[in-house]
């Protein structure tokens, strides 16, 4: 089954990555490095009208719509395999990421800062979509993502192969920066509202928050998790 994407930079990146079927254009689009691209990998062009195009999607597509193959799950063996690949490496847990905004602003950081894999949990969280993908900016291609049924489960299993679990909660009384990170680190960022569930807290190794001098107490989950992996990938 196929997905709809739009975007130029989110077109763009799953050409590279061979996932796309067709793509659709406006009258007036007028890239024509991303159309030559399409060309070159032998991918069947359409034109269409705005309005074809605004039925497609929601969303502001740029005069763009590819249809690519469905966005595929890796499982927690495979991102476990993909981290001894690494000296250091770094998993992310998500708990309850409701904002695709912010899932795809996330995979984006992970992509930067070499993460191996992404665990979500089945229910409550957003799943891969075309808005994952549009803010991934293309990361979405290449972050492997891996859903579980439960995520205590995952971190059992994640200490059992050597990782360090790091829960990033507000109320700790320790700075992010007071921990060296030379170990394997599995890292879990909470939901925008709710946080992390008090169970995983509970079965986390360290916890540390984001030290903030201004009004608000609170920073975004994306932002959040940009932060932590930037001085993780550092040190």
């Known amino acids: 089954m196929a997905t709809l994407i739009y975007g130029r930079n989110t077109v763009r990146a799953a050409l590279v990555s061979s996932?796309?079927?067709?793509?659709?254009?406006?009258?007036?689009?007028?890239?024509?490095?991303l159309?030559?691209?399409?060309?070159?990998?032998?991918?069947?062009?359409?034109?269409?009208?705005?309005?074809?195009?605004?039925?497609?999607?929601?969303g502001t597509h740029q005069g763009i719509v590819a249809e690519v193959e469905r966005y595929e799950y890796?499982?927690?063996?495979?991102?476990?395999?993909?981290?001894?690949?690494?000296?250091?490496?770094?998993?992310?847990?998500?708990?309850?990421i409701n904002d695709p905004g912010n899932f795809g602003a996330i995979l984006r950081s992970c992509d930067a800062f070499g993460v191996s894999g992404v665990i979500i949990k089945k229910h409550g969280q957003v799943m891969l979509n075309a808005t994952v993908a549009k803010t991934s900016t293309g990361a979405i291609n290449y972050v492997k993502v891996a859903m579980v049924t439960n995520l205590s489960q995952a971190i059992e299993r994640l200490k059992k192969e050597n990782f360090w679990i790091?829960?990033?909660?507000?109320?700790?009384?320790?700075?992010?920066?007071?921990?060296?990170?030379?170990?394997?680190?599995?890292?879990?960022?909470?939901?925008?509202?709710?946080?992390?569930?008090?169970?995983?807290?509970?079965r986390s190794d360290?916890?540390?928050?984001?030290?903030m001098k201004g009004h608000v107490n609170s920073?975004?989950?994306?932002?959040?998790?940009?932060?932590?992996?930037?001085?993780?990938?550092?040190?």
């Not at 996932?19 to 490095?33: A, E, H, P, R, W």
């Not at 992010?176 to 569930?197: C, H, N, R, T, W």
């Not at 989950?221 to 550092?234: E, F, K, P, R």
Request: aromatic share 6%.
């Open 19 to 33: 996932k796309t079927k067709n793509i659709y254009v406006s009258t007036s689009f007028n890239d024509k490095k």
């Open 35 to 58: 159309l030559a691209l399409a060309q070159k990998e032998g991918i069947t062009i359409k034109v269409v009208s705005n309005q074809i195009l605004d039925a497609m999607v929601k």
């Open 74 to 96: 890796s499982s927690l063996d495979d991102i476990i395999r993909e981290s001894k690949k690494v000296t250091r490496p770094i998993v992310l847990l998500l708990d309850g």
């Open 166 to 202: 790091v829960s990033s909660e507000g109320g700790s009384d320790t700075n992010y920066q007071d921990l060296k990170y030379d170990f394997p680190v599995a890292l879990v960022i909470g939901s925008e509202g709710e946080g992390i569930s008090p169970l995983l807290i509970k």
């Open 206 to 211: 360290f916890v540390v928050k984001i030290p």
């Open 219 to 235: 920073l975004n989950a994306s932002v959040a998790t940009g932060i932590l992996l930037s001085y993780i990938n550092i040190k």
